[in-house]
């Protein structure tokens, strides 16, 4: 699994386009107030839209574009990422504002490429991505080579089941993952430790332990931080995190939860007591969710006589094509939503950030056990019920 949460978010970061070239700027340490230069080529006028990104994306001002120049002029409370964008546009200049002198140069349409100067908590934080981050890609990629030329490989040996490896080819693989997993924690942890007291730290620690889960190295980094990067917005959002990682860790009581299910019906977690269920978040859209559905049925088929149930809790917002995945994949358990998508608010109360996500629940409604898939599932469940 972690070698498929780092390709992601390898992926995603270079999508998000941060790699910029960033300088301080000393001279407007004490300013009170923020400016903001723009300069962007091939585009004579038009109007960019300055957006707080952690509010919804609320745009916050807005500047008219003569002869590619904008500017805007402001102050902010205490440092916080924003974006700089072009209407219509779904991707801007991504940075940290603080009240500064900024300059941002950049090109009609790829804006999310551009250099921004001046801002000195943003350039502490991109120089992760610049330098550590770097170190770390050019590791992961070869591994990426290696694990799509044995599965071409082991694709035409027709013993082995499709989309899987030989042992001999998976033991390789899970040994240069754990090592790679191991430089990334340590080259992060550096990073954060390095600069324990800029907004840095505290951001790339909710993006690297709290987006893709490392609760104990989270829990250790979090604790090194300056009281003042602890108060900050987003290391109240991390602290928020791990309060979380902490309610719904292995051997903690469940959350309990109401929602309405596919006829409109109230299912608690609480009618559940008494035998074990997993809490399966999912959605008809994911991909990796709908593969894995065959084999929860598989358990769900051979356990459920002995007390397994499962509890599916969809982050769709379109009701018909919930229903009819569930009927296509041959969900014949109960399953609840509100339809909110992302903002499923069992999804939210457990924490969920990714899908497929579950959670497996003891008949005294405590957590045995999470993120159970493949062959993990049939084993942990087959331990339980002594198959």
């Known amino acids: 699994m972690k070698k498929i ?36 080529d091939s585009l004579p006028k038009g109007m960019v839209y ?58 009609r349409d790829s804006l999310y490429l551009a250099e921004v100067k001046g801002a000195t908590q943003d350039s502490i934080y991109k120089s992760f991505y610049k330098n550590d981050f770097t170190k770390i890609q050019k590791v992961a990629f070869p591994i990426y080579q290696l694990s799509d030329s044995l599965h071409k490989i082991d694709a035409l040996d027709l013993s082995i089941e499709k989309g899987k490896l030989s042992k001999e080819h998976q033991a390789i693989l899970d040994e240069k993952w754990k090592n790679l997993d191991t430089l990334s924690i340590k080259l ?29 190295t989270a829990k250790k980094l979090y604790k090194i931080l300056t009281p003042e990067m602890k108060q900050s917005f987003y290391g109240k959002k991390v602290k928020a995190s791990l309060d979380l990682f902490e309610r719904t860790a292995v051997g903690s009581v469940a959350p309990e939860f109401s929602q309405t299910d596919t006829n409109g019906d109230i299912v608690n977690l609480s009618d559940y007591k008494g035998k074990y269920v997993l809490i ?58 509100d339809l909110k998508g992302w903002g499923n608010e069992v999804a939210t109360m457990y924490g969920v950030k990714a899908v497929p996500t579950n959670y497996l629940i003891g008949p005294d409604g405590k957590i045995v056990a999470k993120d159970l898939r493949e062959e993990n599932l049939q084993t942990k469940l087959s331990e339980i019920f002594k198959d």
């Not at 999508?15 to 300013?31: E, I, Q, R, Y």
């Not at 902010?76 to 002198?101: C, H, S, W």
């Open 5 to 40: 949460i780092l390709k992601i978010s390898i992926l995603a970061f270079v999508m998000f386009g941060v790699l910029t070239s960033c300088k301080d700027n000393p001279k407007m340490k004490d300013a009170l107030s923020y400016t903001i230069d723009g300069n962007i």
């Open 50 to 107: 300055l957006i707080k990104i952690d509010e919804d994306q609320k745009i916050v001002d807005s500047s008219i574009v003569n002869q590619g120049k904008f500017q805007f002029q402001g102050q902010v409370n205490e440092p916080l990422l924003y974006r700089i964008k072009e209407k219509d546009k779904q991707y801007g200049a991504t940075f940290i504002l603080d009240n500064e002198i900024i300059t941002i140069k950049g090109k």
């Open 188 to 216: 992060t942890s550096e990073y954060i430790s390095k600069n324990a007291d800029a907004l840095g730290a505290v951001l790339v620690l909710n993006e690297r332990f709290i987006t893709y889960p490392n609760p104990e």
């Open 280 to 337: 399966d978040f999912w959605a008809s859209w994911c991909g990796p969710c709908r593969k894995e559905n065959p084999n929860v049925v598989l358990a769900y088929n051979k356990y459920h006589e002995k007390g397994f149930n499962v509890l599916g809790i969809s982050l769709d917002d379109k009701k018909d094509r919930w229903l009819k995945a569930i009927e296509n994949d041959g969900l014949i358990w109960s399953h609840v939503s």
